[in-house]
Nanobody, 122 residues
Framework: QVKLVESGGGLVQAGESLSLSCSAS????????RGWFRQAPGKEREFVAA????????FYADPVKGRSTISSDNAKNTVYLQLNSLQLEDTAVYFC???????????????WGQGTQVTVSS
């Protein structure tokens, strides 16, 4: 059974950091692009960060660039997202995904996790 499971979400104060993890089972996503997306209430799902299958390239959305890091551990079949200097606008459900298409488009991803809630308070 193919499965992606996110963890690490929670309630934090503005300015704090959070580390999200996404573990895959039932398949190896080391050959796939892995991405993180987020969706706030009433908004569309938006791209946050992605890492290529080789781990050689990373991509970030402008709102998180410079304060987030995506990384992966292929041996553990896990991808991570470190978020620093969290802002109120970062509040959303964060999803990890894996696919072979264009990294920025959610439609290009084949596998999705259930999501983990990140809430930033002032």
């Amino acid at each position: 059974q193919v499965k992606l499971v996110e963890s690490g979400g929670g309630l934090v104060q503005a300015g704090e950091s959070l580390s999200l993890s996404c573990s895959a089972s039932g398949f190896s996503f080391s050959s796939l692009t892995r991405g993180w997306f987020r969706q706030a209430p009433g908004k569309e799902r938006e791209f946050v960060a992605a890492i290529t299958w080789s781990g050689g390239k990373t991509f970030y959305a402008d709102p998180v660039k410079g304060r987030s890091t995506i990384s992966s551990d292929n041996a553990k079949n896990t991808v991570y997202l470190q978020l620093n200097s969290l802002q109120l606008e970062d509040t959303a459900v964060y999803f990890c995904a894996a696919g072979v298409g264009y990294y920025r488009s959610p439609n290009e991803y084949d596998y999705w996790g259930q999501g983990t809630q990140v809430t930033v308070s002032s």
